[in-house]
DNA sequence: TCCGTTATGTCAGTTATATTGACACATTAA
DNA sequence: TTAATGTGTCAATATAACTGACATAACGGA
């Protein structure tokens, strides 16, 4: 009873043990979210980096060294490391820019979109039995609150599509 | 209305870029949650792997080495690292086991519980706000979505509890 | 055309976190 | 008494990140 009083004194649900459970829901939900993935890479001697690079360059075809630096939030020496492995290997392909010859514009290969589809079906495939289990109204709260949780910036990224929208803008 | 009528073809809404945004739900969301400990962490020139062993000895007050370190799946070397330094700088108090006089039985000091509350408060705060945001309904959601991405013996951590319920056992 | 800025890349050194392997010590249990 | 267990430590290595410094090529404005 002590209990119910408290919940009336905050009807907010916040209650410690509630917020306590979604650490680590989101703690081994990650866990074993980069697990699957993690395995397939080891088979070529990548790490999370290179899944990072692949992934990012695969929804952003042509995308700059230095836009994918502003989305991966590491230094270009540290992208420079992994980058180069990925390129030397032929995983990526890089490209003079058009209209400013500097830049150069990263696109997967063959080999790379087959590496990628790979390494995300996984991935995929987790989800959308996480997703069928839990059914449509729980994903879309899973959403709401993942769009809560992140930094007004890349909330953007999500926002212009609708419930269950589709992407329209790059990455 | 291309869109509507895919919807159709599909009901589990299992589309590939449903999947996909998934994904980079889950990529920014947790990218941001742990920064928010991170730069806590940082002022105590503690990295992830102190906050780790603090948070679990505070779940598991008591704890032995060897049960944590099969909780970390690290080894004890690298437990060491860390775990001595906490020990030393007077954040976590080893006693021996009365059983058994080999154990080290780990619990935190005042200092320690102090530190764990600062930084699991500020990822509290993150989840409450996004909590408060998306509303009761969507925590639901968002808490089976979770469960149905972990393994089944991660699960049973949850499990237990009903819907918004408390936490019993020890994480 | 010259010059400052930008986009990219690289060399060198450092840090944090993890690894494997070998060994030591005290305690427990057969 | 002896083997196994729980813990700790020394040494060498790997990885993924970091900072700082510098180089090169291309762009863009004065």
Redesign the interface.
């Known amino acids: 009873m002590a209990?119910i009083s408290t919940r009336k004194v905050n009807p907010?649900?916040?209650?410690?043990?509630?917020?306590?459970?979604?650490?680590?829901?989101?703690f081994?939900?990650?866990?074993?979210?980069t697990e699957v993935a993690d395995q397939m890479l080891a088979q070529y001697n990548f790490g999370r980096a290179h899944h990072r690079v692949i992934?990012f360059v695969s929804?952003n075809p042509g995308i700059t060294v230095s836009d994918l630096l502003s989305i991966l939030k590491i230094t270009k020496q540290s992208l420079s490391r992994v980058l180069g492995q990925l390129v030397r290997e032929g995983f990526i392909e890089q490209k003079t820019g058009v209209q400013d010859r500097r830049q150069r514009l990263l696109t997967l290969t063959e080999k790379g979109e087959a590496l990628e589809r790979e390494l995300?079906e996984q991935?995929?495939a987790?989800?959308?039995?996480?997703?069928?289990?839990?059914?449509?109204?729980?994903?879309?709260?899973?959403?709401?609150?993942?769009?809560?949780?992140?930094?007004e910036k890349?909330r953007k990224?999500?926002e212009d599509?609708g419930p269950?929208?589709?992407?329209r803008r790059a990455?």
């Open positions: 209990d907010l649900f916040l209650r410690e043990e509630e917020l306590r459970q979604g650490i680590e829901l989101l081994y939900a990650y866990r074993d979210f992934y929804r995300t991935q995929r987790l989800i959308a039995a996480a997703y069928r289990e839990a059914g449509a109204e729980s994903v879309e709260g899973f959403r709401k609150v993942m769009m809560g949780m992140m930094d890349d990224r999500f599509d269950g929208g589709l992407r990455g």
